[in-house]
């Protein structure tokens, strides 16, 4: 059963579609539903299933709709977020020759040669309590049934119309299929919340900062690091929080630095570069993560951020506000399994080499990655062991490093591992050319601006300059983005495949109490996921996790003999993973 989901002046509007799931409808009259009664209407459907497969629903955005089912104790098995997959096909090259894609006004995420979008902020907390009761807390209005329906229909006539060669039709409806799933992965993760516990919180911060100060105030261990180093720099009146006046009280006393980055701090001998160091690190936990960043983004013992599925042009998330993407090691005690519970954070390890030499088909880089870690399986091959320099020179192939040791190191793993390497060179070559690459399922990177196109016509030898080292620029983010997207790809089946086992075993009755294990994903990070489990469910989600891995795999790329383990820790909490 498939199923359009709108606003609607009187609630909400549901019209089910044909069960081949092309945009006529079953029915031409749509159902209207009070969004006070809408969560009712949407377990009682995903219940019954008819024809024993759950509902797909299809609505304009997840974030719209799902987050307050979730709120009122109701979750959705699959969807269609029309949203998210008009943005890959508008602009993937499996689909740029349909009507849809030389159609479209969409933008993209991002141009990598402009400065990048700024996200919007995030929207203010809404009264769980009375969601769908509360008509301020309704969707915006959106889409009305008919263009939901019809812009279903232009998708999928652009979908029939990608070639069936090289199995694209396929591979992108695959990537639509993920991208959808994600959007459910992270309303669910933002409505479950990642295990915070307050109170470890507050000892972290007292034991690097000091009690907590009255607002506005710097905590003691700050203040006193700053009378030090208003001594050491004969400043008075330093605010070392002011850049312009840090650097103007580091030139008076002979630090003739270019900017206060630790590297270059580092190069001086002066007593004071110790002490700015540490208060460097100090402040980013205070503004980063401190006490204000913990009474707006904890409560009731979970941190809840909104994540972006697709925020980054390559496919990655990205999160509006709360650091969701980025959770310092200084604070990753307070990240804290409930009693009874276990934290089973698992890393796919390598991925991104991994997925390259997937994509290259280079049979001797998987020979290399086989059963063992796969910088020093490079290493062993051609780098006389040194798993530095063979990592080095892998990682230079993907983000463009011609310049240095990366560079030196190059023509070697050339020799070695030719297909990755000119895998990766061919993309970057394109990219210089203004054109796009896509990856492994599908999307594609975004055409060069207008922009970029001008920056390319030059008359003279400084702008012909200018001009190489901008295509370059965009051969470098090529180069990375077909590696990194396709990685994404992967990522992206590996969490809705582990969503799909999870639920399973809630039913599956293999907790040691005789009952289902109830595990929720509470955290992902690019190629890391963290699964809140029961301690006697560990064995079955770990199971879950490893399976759901091998499974991404072979839905991207077959039975190829690229291995992609994951490396897992069962802990207490987050700092004690790594």
């Not at 229909?153 to 060669?165: D, E, F, I, P, S």
């Not at 192939?397 to 050339?414: D, K, N, V």
Request: charged content about 20%; proline content about 7%; overall charge neutral.
């Amino acid at each position: 059963m498939y199923l359009l989901l709108a606003a609607h002046p009187h609630g909400a509007a549901l019209q089910e579609l044909t069960q081949a799931g092309h945009a006529q409808p079953a029915n031409p009259e749509p159902r209207t539903v009070a969004l006070s009664g809408l969560a009712a209407v949407v377990r009682d459907l995903e219940a019954r299933r008819p024809g024993g497969q759950p509902p797909r629903w299809i609505w304009h955005r997840t974030e719209d709709w799902y987050p307050a089912l979730l709120a009122s104790g109701v979750e959705v098995e699959r969807c269609y977020d029309l949203t998210l997959c008009g943005t890959i096909l508008a602009f993937s090259q499996f689909s740029a020759h349909t009507d849809y894609a030389r159609n479209t006004d969409r933008a993209p995420v991002e141009d990598p040669v402009l400065p990048p979008k700024a996200l919007k902020p995030p929207r203010p907390p809404a009264d769980q309590g009375a969601l769908f009761d509360n008509p301020a807390a309704a969707p915006a209005p959106g889409w009305t049934l008919e263009e939901l329906r019809a812009e279903y229909a232009a998708q999928q006539a652009a979908l029939a119309a990608v070639g069936t060669a090289e199995n694209r039709r396929n591979r992108l409806q695959l990537l639509l299929a993920a991208e959808s799933a994600a959007a459910i992965v992270a309303a669910e993760m933002q409505h479950a919340g990642v295990p915070w516990r307050e109170d470890l919180h507050e000892q972290i911060l007292a034991s690097h900062l000091g009690p907590r100060p009255p607002v506005g105030q710097r905590p003691v261990k700050l203040d006193a690091l700053a009378a030090e180093l208003r001594a050491l720099l004969n400043s008075p009146g330093l605010n070392p929080d002011s850049p312009q006046d840090l650097m103007r009280a580091l030139h008076r006393n002979g630090i003739e630095v270019k900017s206060t980055r630790k590297w270059e701090l580092r190069e001086s001998s002066h007593p004071a570069i110790e002490p700015l160091l540490e208060y460097k690190k100090l402040s980013r936990l205070h503004a980063a993560n401190g006490w204000a960043w913990l009474d707006a983004w904890v409560d009731g013992g979970r941190f809840r951020p909104e994540y972006v599925v697709g925020g980054v042009v390559s496919g990655r998330w990205a999160s509006r506000g709360g650091g969701a993407l980025q959770i310092p090691r200084q604070v990753r005690g307070a990240v804290h399994a409930d009693p009874g519970h276990k934290l089973i954070v698992a890393d796919a390890s390598q991925l991104e080499p991994r997925v390259l030499g997937a994509l290259a088909q280079d049979s001797a880089m998987a020979e290399a990655a086989r059963d063992q870690d796969l910088y020093a399986g490079i290493a062993a091959k051609g780098f006389g062991g040194d798993r530095a320099k063979a990592k080095m020179a892998l990682l230079g192939a993907m983000y463009g490093a011609t310049s240095g040791e990366a560079g030196r190191l190059m023509p070697q793993l050339a020799r070695i591992y030719p297909r990755a390497v000119d895998f990766v060179e061919r993309a970057a070559r394109a990219g210089e050319a203004g054109g796009t690459v896509t990856t492994r399922l599908g999307r594609s990177s975004p055409p060069p601006s207008q922009q970029w196109f001008l920056s390319q016509r030059s008359s003279t030898a400084e702008e012909q300059r200018r001009a190489e080292s901008i295509a370059r620029s965009r051969g470098r983010f090529t180069r990375n983005f077909v590696v990194q997207g396709s990685a994404a790809d992967w990522a992206a089946c590996w969490l809705a495949e582990l969503r799909r086992r999870l639920r399973a075993l809630r039913t599956a009755g293999t907790g040691g109490s005789g009952g289902g294990v109830r595990a929720e994903l509470a955290f992902f990070l690019h190629d890391e996921v963290m699964v809140h489990a029961p301690a006697d469910g560990v064995g079955a989600c770990i199971a879950a996790i490893e399976e759901s891995a091998k499974a991404a795999k072979e839905l991207l790329f077959g039975p190829i003999p690229v291995e992609f383990p994951v490396s897992m820790a069962v802990v207490d909490s987050y700092d004690l993973a790594k």
